[in-house]
């Protein structure tokens, strides 16, 4: 029965961490404008590495998607 309740509760831990991914992605996603990713990046710079990694990861996923896009495009 524990097993059971630990598998349920993890499930239930990784489904709420999908989501706030999902919901960072969304709203960084928002930072288009070269003026606003500047802005982005001096919040980041306040930061050390290791308490924005998730932060970069998605930058950079969604910065390489833009620039596969505009290839496309040209």
Do not use: V
């Amino acid at each position: 029965m524990q097993f059971i309740r630990n598998a349920r509760t993890a499930l239930a831990d990784r489904r709420a961490a999908r989501h706030a991914h999902r919901k960072l992605s969304e709203e960084l996603a928002a930072f288009r404008t070269a003026a606003e990713r500047t802005e982005l990046d001096l919040m980041i710079g306040r930061h050390s590495a290791e308490e924005t990694r998730e932060i970069q990861s998605i930058l950079s996923r969604q910065d390489a998607e833009r620039r596969y896009q505009q290839a496309l495009h040209i």
